[in-house]
């Protein structure tokens, strides 16, 4: 079969490096894709969120299966624009409509999603700009420090954590009176904070049944020992090691099972990924927050673990027969190590060209912030890319993933060298 992929960043090409595995995959073509991804299929030059654009090369290119990477298409609707349509709704989409994808793209219906079906979550109220001396109030019966979300899709970049009470109102009437995050911020979620360790886990559902993939933790920040401005993702591991059995039994009981019910009991026809962000605190796990889509850094070293052919797994999507696959991961432990431009998170220069990239033998490496220019490779973005190593331990994976990050080269190159440091000992 013919089918597309949706995104241009190291998630996307981690699923096309995957994809172009399968036998069942006659076809491969990304929109738009990046410099790597064009080793697996082929880029077409169109974006994500025209679905026009999409439509009609779905159409003229017969394409018969649609995978979306990024949240911003979904939470758009594109679900629901191929269901409308004639010529596509018998297409098959991989990603949940637009309601489902409310559980990504509102905080407040997330929130309010997870007290209504009993999933353990940090305690929270939500305000606008008519109800900000509220917002005020409950920030003052909270201890520090202070959690702020933007009610919608802010990049990446709509949660603050506050440790001062003044600053924290402050931001507060920045986002819901000054737009600091426009439209997505007229609404805030003021959230208790949640003090434990962070990781994620992954769920692939038809709506009723599901299967749990590998779990993994990501590291945020741009400085070692995360320290400095959050990122999109510095790094990944894949297994965590404090995820024992036991907690990942409660997140299936108290979390997984309650959620894919819970969809099913609002009538939201849910099929496609859910990336559950946990906080583990004291060996009992709480949802920061959900995403309707895969992680990226954390596809980077979640899909490579993943023995299954991708593609069987999400036609079985169609006909609702996940529950006849079972998951087969790989037992050792993935590592991946993000290469970004220098100035990232803040400001930097595009254009520059990467060498050294056909030495990279003995890892995966996967393209982010890629473009071709001529017949040369260049940086495009500020995340650049991602080296995954195997390794029986965190620290063999991740030593690997480092003697490539220093043989790769372009002008402004950084990463961070102690990614999973904190899991080792």
Not at 46 to 73: L, Y
Not at 385 to 403: H, N, V, W, Y
Request: proline share 4%; aromatic share 8%; charged share 25%.
């Amino acid at each position: 079969m013919n089918i597309l992929l949706l995104g241009s960043g190291g998630r996307e090409c981690t699923f096309a490096w995957k994809i172009a595995q399968s036998p069942l995959c006659k076809k491969l073509f990304i929109a738009p894709g990046n410099a790597g991804t064009s080793d697996y299929g082929t880029n077409i030059n169109i974006q994500a969120t025209d679905f026009e654009s999409v439509k009609k090369f779905v159409v003229e290119s017969n394409i018969s299966m649609v995978v979306v990477g990024p949240e911003d298409p979904l939470v758009n609707g594109i679900h629901d624009f191929f269901l409308n349509d004639d010529q596509l709704k018998n297409i098959q989409l991989v990603g949940p409509d637009k309601i489902g994808a409310q559980l990504e793209g509102s905080k407040d219906f997330s929130k309010r999603f997870m007290q209504k079906y009993g999933v353990p979550t940090a305690a929270y109220a939500t305000f606008t700009a008519t109800t900000i001396n509220e917002g005020y109030e409950f920030l003052e019966s909270l201890k520090p420090p202070y959690v702020l979300k933007a009610d919608g899709l802010a990049a990446g970049k709509g949660v603050l954590i506050i440790d001062d009470l003044a600053i924290a109102k402050q931001e507060l009437r920045s986002m819901l009176n000054e737009n600091k995050f426009g439209e997505a911020g007229t609404t805030v979620v003021i959230e208790e904070f949640l003090d434990g360790i962070e990781l994620s886990m992954f769920v692939l559902t038809d709506g009723t049944n599901y299967l749990i993939l590998p779990e993994a933790k990501d590291y945020k920040r741009i400085g070692e020992n995360d320290t400095g401005l959050n990122t999109g993702g510095m790094g990944a591991v894949s297994p965590v090691p404090f995820a024992g059995e036991t907690f990942k039994q409660k997140v299936h009981d108290k979390i997984i099972l309650p959620t894919i019910n819970g969809l099913a009991s609002e009538g939201i026809d849910y099929t496609g990924f859910i990336f559950i962000g946990l906080m583990n605190v004291n060996g009992e796990p709480f949802v920061i927050e959900y995403n309707v889509r895969m992680g990226d850094p954390e596809t980077e070293v979640v899909i490579p673990r993943i023995k299954n052919d991708l593609v069987k797994l999400f036609l079985s999507l169609k006909d609702r027969t996940l529950n006849e696959h079972k998951i087969e991961i790989e037992d050792r432990t993935a590592v991946t190590v993000m290469l970004v431009s220098g100035g990232y998170p803040g400001d930097y220069t595009k254009g520059k060209t990467i060498y050294r990239l056909n030495e990279v033998t003995e890892s995966l490496l996967f393209h982010a912030g890629t473009t071709k220019d001529n017949e040369e490779i260049v940086t495009a973005g500020g995340r650049v890319l991602a080296i995954t190593s195997f390794g029986d331990k965190i620290s063999d994976a991740r030593d690997k993933s480092l003697r490539y990050a220093e043989l790769v080269k372009f002008d402004g190159k950084y990463y961070r060298k102690d990614i999973g440091s904190d899991l080792i000992n």
